[in-house]
Structures are given as C-alpha cells and as structure tokens.
C-alpha cells in the first residue's frame, strides 16, 4: 500500500513539473518574426480625402506567467525609432494562461518611414526582464506598406 502511495506522489510531482516546464517554456519562446511569435493586427485609417492619417496597431501575447506588458513599445523603421505609448489590456484566456494586449495609434509621421522601410521591428516588454524584440516578415511588412500608402 506504501509502494502505490510513493508511485501515485511520484507521479503527480512529475506531472507538476511538467506543466510548470510546458508553461515556462512558452512565456519564453523564440520565434523569427513577430506575426510566427503572437497574433498581430495593423489597420491604416484615412482621412475623408483617402489618405493615410494614422493606423493602429495590436498585438496580442498569450502567456502564463500573469505579468502585464509595460505600456511602452519601439517601433523600428530601418533606423529610425518611433517610442509609443501602449493601451494595454489582460484577459483570461484558459486556467492558467492571459493574453495581454497592446493597442497604439501610430502618428502621421511614422506612416511614410513605414512605407519607405526595408525593416521594421516592434520591441515591447515585461516587468520580469523578459523583452521581445521582433521583426516583420516580409509579407507582414508588404501588408504594413500598403495600409499606409
């Protein structure tokens, strides 16, 4: 009875530490591009003329740890770097994990260097230390580009 106890124990502690290695190794997975690493939405808006104004970019971000973004994100075009401010919102999005999501405006500006890019890249990060920091792939970036023409 003992021996079926320790083996019961055993296994629930291995199935523990299984979960805790599953949850630890997505908040810090890697990807090559941002839209491979979490969900992304880009939307040029136009003014009554058809011209871009602005758009609006969000990011969503599925993890377990429970940390909430920091409200500031980068933006990357080749060289240049545009510092946003965030809109940042957590939901539940099953037992133990959130998604996080980071809304920003992008400024009139920021529209014609996105156009004229060979990159862009988004950096955002967390309170823990973790930052990602990711670029478009190529099809992403055409999207990006032709939202903002």
Request: aromatic share 10%; glycine share 6%.
């Amino acid at each position: 009875m003992k021996r079926y106890a320790i083996i019961i124990l055993l296994v629930i502690v291995a199935a523990f530490g299984g979960l805790l290695a599953f949850c630890e190794s997505h908040d810090n997975r890697t990807a090559d591009s941002l839209s491979a690493y979490c969900r992304i939405d880009f939307q040029g808006l136009r003014g009554s003329d058809g011209t871009a104004t602005s758009a609006k970019f969000t990011i969503w971000d599925t993890r377990y740890d429970g940390e909430k973004p920091s409200t500031h994100l980068k933006l990357y075009t080749d060289d240049k770097v545009w510092e946003l401010t965030a809109a940042v919102k957590q939901e539940k999005s099953g037992l133990w994990q959130k998604t996080n999501e980071l809304s920003v405006f992008l400024p009139s500006a920021a529209l014609s260097a996105i156009a004229d890019a060979k990159t862009v890249r988004c950096e955002f990060s967390y309170p823990n230390g973790k930052t990602v920091d990711l670029p478009l792939n190529a099809a992403d970036l055409a999207y990006w580009q032709d939202q903002v023409k």
